[in-house]
């Protein structure tokens, strides 16, 4: 029974912890799959997608689709239409989460949530990138001058429509000044795309 007790109490610590659950993390931690059927049937536990687990009543924020794609995929990067969505630079709701990973690695097996992968390589996927904690999650997002440069480098796949709407919002919003947004799409080798409409915007 006490052993019973330590295995419930160290899966909902686990739990608490990572936010976002995975089947998988309890062999690492050494707690049988029993207790996840048990504390989910006991209503401590909720099944928010398949093999992902959250605390029954855990404060789950419109970001949670990032935070349960970055807990099964650690290497990857929101960007693009996601990161627009996440720093409040579009009014679109992108159902699938759009996420960067090298040019090199395997393409992620996940059933849930519905991803849209673009790949990088070198410093594009490292580069103005910045981590943030989403319910108990490590998110990593493209800023937000990176992400309008994203966005410009692939306007013919997100609309220059979204594009434009993002580069003037960021500068409504003072999240990137001028220069940032310009050394961003110097970075993103958009400098020549994107100077006129910068140009345009600021003047």
Aim: with cysteine; charged share 25%.
């Amino acid at each position: 029974m006490e052993h019973e007790q330590t295995y419930t109490q160290r899966l909902i610590d686990l739990a608490r912890r990572l936010g976002v659950l995975r089947a998988g993390d309890l062999k690492e931690h050494g707690i049988p799959r029993v207790y996840l059927t048990r504390l989910v049937g006991d209503g401590v536990l909720e099944r928010s997608s398949r093999g992902v687990y959250v605390l029954a009543g855990a404060d789950v924020t419109e970001n949670h689709s990032l935070a349960e794609a970055c807990r099964r995929i650690p290497h990857g990067v929101v960007c693009l239409l996601s990161a627009l969505r996440f720093h409040g630079l579009t009014t679109q709701s992108p159902f699938e989460v759009w996420l960067a990973i090298d040019r090199k690695a395997r393409l992620p097996k996940v059933d849930y949530p519905p991803l849209r992968v673009v790949r990088f390589s070198g410093s594009d996927l490292t580069a103005g990138v910045m981590t943030h904690n989403v319910e108990g999650v490590t998110v990593k997002v493209t800023a937000p001058a990176r992400t309008v440069a994203d966005c410009f480098a692939y306007r013919n796949t997100v609309g220059t429509d979204v594009a434009l709407e993002a580069l003037r919002d960021c500068l409504r919003q003072k999240l990137a000044s001028p220069d940032d947004l310009y050394r961003a799409a110097k970075a993103r080798r958009m400098g020549n795309v994107m100077r006129p409409y910068l140009e345009a915007t600021i003047t």
